[in-house]
């Protein structure tokens, strides 16, 4: 047991933080003694250019730089684009955790052919489509408990730095114009297909716009488009057009990060042809271009295809949170590994709710249990079973976040802690029975040792609960309003989920409560058997039925 056992008050710090302000500012922070700070794993990240963990060693000792491939805003977004910046967010979130200091890039890609096309379809400018769609990206994110980058660069915004860009890549002899249109030259580039994967005989032709006759090399790939009648141009000196698609990352993140930063990330679909792409045009300007890191997330599949707009078959996050709290949703993009594919379904949503719904209830009991205590100084140091599981914890928690961010362990790992809380309470609650009953008999001399038990029992629970709230808020899991008011709004989506308002629940409850009463055991057991079926538990407790929550059977 260490000496330095912290008293009560400090241990009940940890339980009276019910919100993540990291959602819409900055990270929490948490503290960590120095000897584990000394003795944390070092960090590994899955490299997708060596396919193979790498110890992470940022270009500037301390400092991150990060860029990350953003939204084209012409339409809500689907749980894909969730999955993939709910991913950036937790290695963002334990980046800060570990002490650098992050600058992280995300772009909108605000002029594009589809935005051209939805707004033609439309009749709306594209800046204001445009606009419109990322301030419901904004809005949904949001939700979802991603922190906002550091910055947010808009393409329409940076055409002057990506003329420059383009500029030297014809310089270097890499890019050709013809009649107003800039291609680059795969052929003068020989470290094109760099990514293992990608081979010459790949045809990823017209895969986001149509084929160019006016290219040298069905390859070659458009730089600066030259400007149609009625669509949005820019002058330049090879005529009035717009930058092609690929071009704005390396020119952004070129402007904003240098020639030479830490991580690029993105989808696994953007490797090819996009970061492929990008690899070349920023070396053909630059030779000495590098990024350190390519980091890249699984798809989200849809009765095993890949979920996307182009084949009709995605849920957007607004369509996803109507039914389920945006943390469920959270949780159930981390309970992945973010490199593996996973399939989304109703049941695994349902899944990740009850899930967060256990881990919150229990923390909010525990709040109410050990809340009566706040003002005591219990000297009694941590039980040291208690203090070994919050220790074990920690240590568990580093090795797999640092290991390329297993979040699947990650959260595995707060089912034992959460089982140590509900023993905790449960034995507890018989002390504090016993404690009253002592109190009654005025047997003094009897009650100091169940004294001394229950107080265990606080210090246990408030190093537990300490424990997990502070890894939750490091994960963006703690919710952003009380952990009453959350199980609330849980409790709201399933009975929706159920097709039942909170007056047809009562009256079904009210009806077994009668059924049972009368001996009508059959009847009260096919009205339990069928709110189960809907996602509706019911529990018969001291002061009557109660209802959580729950898989639906």
Not at 140 to 150: A, N
Not at 231 to 252: F, N, Q, V
Request: hydrophobic residues 35%; glycine residues 4%; charged residues 25%.
């Amino acid at each position: 047991m260490p000496e330095n056992t912290p008293p009560l008050a400090t241990l009940l710090s940890g339980l009276t933080v019910a919100e993540d302000t990291a959602a819409a500012t900055a990270l929490p922070s948490v503290s960590v003694p120095t000897r584990e700070a000394e003795s944390r794993p070092p960090l590994k990240l899955f490299n997708s250019m060596t396919k193979k963990k790498e110890l992470f060693v940022p270009h500037v000792e301390g400092k991150v730089k990060m860029y990350v491939c953003g939204v084209t805003p012409y339409d809500l977004s689907h749980a894909g684009h969730g999955r993939a910046y709910v991913a950036v967010d937790v290695l963002y979130r334990y980046l800060k955790f570990l002490g650098y200091d992050v600058t992280y890039v995300r772009n909108f890609t605000d002029i594009d052919d589809k935005i051209i096309e939805r707004a033609n379809q439309n009749g709306e400018d594209i800046t204001s489509l445009s606009s419109r769609f990322i301030k419901e990206f904004h809005a949904d994110v949001k939700k979802l408990q991603c922190l906002p980058p550091t910055l947010e660069p808009r393409v329409t915004g940076h055409i002057k730095h990506i003329i420059e860009f383009i500029t030297k890549i014809i310089k270097n002899d890499k890019g050709y114009v013809v009649e107003g249109n800039v291609y680059f030259s795969v052929d003068s580039f020989p470290e094109y297909y760099s990514f293992p994967g990608t081979y010459q005989d790949d045809n990823h032709d017209g895969s986001r716009v149509a084929v160019d006759p006016n290219k040298r090399n069905r390859k070659d790939f458009a730089l600066w488009k030259a400007g149609k009648a009625g669509e949005k141009s820019w002058e330049s000196p090879w005529g009035d057009g717009r930058p092609g698609w690929h071009i704005e990352c390396s020119a952004m993140s070129d402007c904003y990060l240098g020639h030479v930063f830490d991580i690029h990330g993105g989808g696994r679909d953007l490797i090819f042809p996009h970061h492929e792409n990008e690899l070349a045009q920023s070396r053909a300007a630059y030779p000495e271009s590098e990024v350190k890191c390519w980091m890249h997330n699984g798809f989200i599949n849809n009765a095993d295809k890949k979920m996307s707009k182009s084949d009709n078959n995605f849920f957007t996050i607004r369509d996803i949170i109507t039914w389920y709290h945006p943390l469920a949703l959270r949780f159930f993009l981390m309970r992945t590994h973010y490199r593996t594919d996973m399939n989304y379904s109703d049941k695994a949503l349902e899944i990740a709710s009850d899930r967060v719904y256990y881990i919150y209830q229990t923390l909010y009991d525990c709040d109410e249990t050990v809340s009566p205590y706040r003002e005591k100084n219990i000297s009694v140091p941590v039980p040291a079973e208690a203090q070994t599981l919050v220790d074990d914890h920690h240590k568990a928690f580093l090795e797999s976040m640092s290991d390329d961010l297993r979040t699947t362990d990650v959260l595995d790992g707060f089912m034992e802690l959460l089982k140590a809380i509900n023993s905790n309470l449960t034995d507890s609650k018989k002390l504090q029975q016993k404690l009253e009953q002592q109190k009654k008999k005025q047997q003094q001399q009897q009650q100091q040792k169940p004294q001394e038990q229950l107080e265990d029992h606080i210090q246990a629970l408030a190093a537990l609960s300490a424990e997990i709230k502070s890894k939750l808020s490091i994960l963006g899991l703690m919710p952003p309003s009380s952990l009453a008011e959350v199980l609330e709004e849980l409790k709201a989506k399933a009975m929706k989920r159920a097709g039942l308002t909170e007056e047809s629940l009562r009256e079904q409850i009210e009806q077994r409560v009668t059924a049972r009463n009368n001996k009508q055991f059959d009847v009260s057991d096919q009205i339990r058997k069928d709110l189960a079926s809907k996602g509706i538990a019911l529990m018969d407790e001291p002061h009557g039925t109660v209802w959580r929550p729950c898989e639906r059977e």
